[in-house]
């Protein structure tokens, strides 16, 4: 394991990378991840970071690579965040439906309707109408037509 971490704002910009589906520069990554660009080569020569070339010989780091990096590498810093936020938006990076699904249950369980429809938003802005309703809410709901048929009996 590293012992670097990632702070919660790089989170977040790797996370809006992510819905964008780029690639980021040697250079970018390294401004991201708070680490110089010698460290960057170092992991991707080591294999912990995997990329692609360039016809300039330049790497590009495919953000699936990096998210697979810091997961696999545990360098992610929340400290000072709620939990609640931080594993929505750690489910929302790594894709994580069924988790997002349990926690979209659970705020429509005990949140407000505000909260509820926030959590919808940024589901759907993340992946999109069909792939949000597909694999979240439509989990969710069933979940919780399953919970209300049972306080009826």
Same mark, same amino acid.
Do not use: C
């Given at each position: ?6 702070s919660?704002l ?9 819905? +964008?589906?780029?690639?980021l ?8 991840l708070?680490? +110089? ?40 810093d929340?400290?000072?965040? +709620? ?16 988790e ?5 249950l ?18 759907l ?12 809410? +439509? ?15």
């Open positions: 394991m590293l012992k670097h971490k990632l919660f790089s989170f977040l910009a790797i996370l809006s990378f992510k819905i +964008s589906k780029m690639f520069k040697t250079k970018d990554l390294a401004k991201i708070g680490v +110089s660009e010698a460290t960057i080569k170092n992991w991707s020569r080591e294999g912990l970071l995997k990329f692609h070339k360039t016809i300039g010989g330049h790497r590009r780091f495919p953000i699936e690579e990096i998210v697979k990096f810091i997961k696999d590498n545990k360098i992610i929340l400290a000072g965040f +709620s939990n609640a936020d931080v594993n929505t938006l750690t489910y929302i990076i790594f894709e994580d439906y069924e997002l699904s349990k926690e979209l659970n705020y429509m369980l005990n949140k407000s309707q505000k909260e509820v429809e926030n959590l919808l938003k940024i589901i802005f993340s992946f999109g109408v069909i792939k949000a309703f597909d694999l979240i809410v +439509s989990k969710s709901l069933s979940e919780l037509g399953l919970l209300s048929g049972k306080g009826r009996n």
